[in-house]
Antibody, heavy 118, light 105 residues
């Protein structure tokens, strides 16, 4: 069974940093691209960042480019999102999701909450 | 690519045939997925490539359309279908629609 379990969220002050993790199991992690997608309270879904299976290709939404860094450790079956210079508008539930070669998301984690507030 | 879903809120009765709309700002061929998100849960993939049913999803769900206009149909609404439904295009980058909240009348 595919499982994606996020961790590392919490309350952080504006301008500070936070690092999210997503531990994957039930599939060969190194064969799949992975993504972070977020959902602000009561709002829709926003794609944040994408990383290919071997980390060769990395993409970011314009809203986080230059502030967030996506990475992965295939030996540890773990996806990361390093978030710096956090803003109130980054407050959201952050999901990690597995992406198919075509581009849709076939498995999602349960999400981890990030709250940016003073 | 802008994705526009309508209506934003839909109220229907159990057993009704329900149709949700998703329009793309430009041609996305058939690179469209539909997700169901129940309250407090992660999104779940229902449909990919506009009309392919994901494994394990009930056959009352179906998708249609191509180009810019797409539809998710629930042939007979069930109480467990109460959720918000999102469409997502993957023809050019990755963008989601704003969602349709479906409730039981």
């Amino acid at each position: 069974e595919v499982q994606l379990v996020e961790s590392g969220g919490g309350l952080v002050q504006p301008g500070r940093s936070l690092k999210l993790s997503c531990l994957a199991s039930g599939f060969t992690f190194s064969n799949y691209g992975m993504n972070w997608i977020r959902q602000a309270p009561g709002k829709g879904l926003e794609w944040v960042a994408s990383i290919s299976s071997s980390s060769s290709y990395i993409y970011y939404a314009d809203t986080v480019k230059g502030r967030f860094t996506i990475s992965r450790d295939n030996a540890k079956n773990t996806l990361y999102l390093q978030m710096t210079s956090l803003r109130s508008e980054d407050t959201a539930l952050y999901y990690c999701a597995r992406i198919t070669t075509t581009g849709y998301f076939d498995y999602w984690g349960q999400g981890v909450m990030v709250t940016v507030s003073s | 690519i802008q994705m526009t879903q309508s209506p934003s809120l839909l109220s229907a009765s159990v057993g009704d045939r329900v149709t949700l709309s998703c329009k793309a700002g430009q041609n996305i061929n058939n690179y469209l997925a539909w997700y169901q998100q129940k309250l407090g849960e992660a999104p779940k993939l229902l449909i990919y490539n506009a009309n392919s049913l994901q494994t394990g999803i009930p056959s009352r769900f179906s998708g249609s359309g191509s180009g810019t206009d797409f539809t998710l149909t629930i042939s007979s609404l069930q109480p467990e279908d109460v959720a918000t439904y999102f469409c997502q295009q993957y023809n050019s980058w990755l963008t989601f629609g704003s969602g349709t909240k479906l409730e039981i009348k």
